[in-house]
């Protein structure tokens, strides 16, 4: 087990009446477990703590009058990842996936698999499949995308970064879920805290469902897997974007952070040969 503490500080220039969903607090899972956790709204406001989504992400929602917001979260969590060798990971067939996992096989907003099945089957057909094929598709995403703040936005689906071949993390996180769907191997977006990340920020990953369980996979390769905190699970990133706003809000300041005790530091890459699940 190792204990992180996440959180992160956001501050507002709200000019409208505007509302608010914040998707920031870390998942209450099997290999997740919360044992501290604060939320502060600066001014004080009521809001709402619900779940929404296919995953039930947990979301912070409330209504503000122009003002200064301030938002601060912060957490202790408790992390357990189950580590696997990756030789006897194989892919599952499409006949005998759970039914439940059939969605993230779908186009979806930003991952429109559809249109790169051509070039995923050309260029990762022959690879051995399984563990080894994703990793494949990570591999090429890391040498052929250059990670450049600014390139995209709120638009830019993983199309545009195929063509363009730059981006963030939730740009790199889309294209290979996109390439892992036209391979007929379901993948899907995790938004969390991310240790070791350099700057720090909220952090754009994935998992592909091989065998019977899914596992975690950053193309980025800008942060070691087993120091992943899950916030949030989606088809992409419209389902676990950090905030939703309606009205007239500008982010002026942010701070994120994810931190080991001292005890509990993680190797800053994880180990070769080795596969990460936390999914219940």
Same mark, same amino acid.
């Given at each position: ?72 979260? &912060? ?23 759970? &039914? ?73 996180? &889309? ?65 676990? *974007? ?10 002026? *300041? ?27």
């Amino acid at each position: 087990m190792t204990t992180i503490q996440v959180g992160c500080d956001l501050t507002y220039s709200v000019t409208n009446p505007t509302s608010f969903l914040f998707n920031v607090a870390a998942a209450r899972t099997e290999h997740q477990t919360i044992s501290g956790e604060t939320l502060q709204l600066n001014p004080p406001i009521k809001y709402e703590t619900s779940s929404i989504g296919m995953e039930d992400i947990q979301v912070y929602r409330f209504y503000v009058e122009p003002c200064e917001l301030q938002l601060q979260y &912060h957490a202790t969590v408790d992390i357990r990842p189950e580590i696997y060798d990756t030789s006897g990971i194989i892919e599952t067939g499409y006949s005998k996936l759970p &039914h439940e996992i059939l969605p993230y096989l779908n186009p979806s907003r930003y991952c429109e698999s559809d249109r790169l099945t051509r070039f995923a089957i050309r260029k990762f057909g022959n690879a051995e499949p399984g563990f080894l094929r994703v990793t494949a598709i990570c591999d090429w995403i890391n040498s052929n995308l250059d990670y450049e703040a600014g390139t995209t936005d709120a638009t830019t689906s993983a199309c545009d970064v195929f063509i363009q071949r730059a981006g963030v993390c939730r740009d790199y996180a &889309h294209l290979a879920i996109a390439l892992c769907r036209a391979l007929c191997i379901p993948a899907r977006y995790i938004s969390g805290y991310a240790m070791a990340l350099q700057p720090p920020d909220f952090h754009g990953f994935f998992e592909a469902y091989l065998g019977s369980r899914w596992y975690l996979f950053d193309a980025t390769r800008m942060a070691p897997v087993e120091g992943f905190v899950r916030i949030g699970t989606g088809r992409d990133a419209a389902d676990a *974007s950090f905030a939703t706003i309606i009205g007239a809000a500008t982010l002026t *300041s942010m701070a994120v952070r994810a931190e080991p005790t001292a005890s509990d530091q993680i190797p800053n890459q994880p180990e070769p040969q080795a596969a990460v699940s936390t999914a219940n």
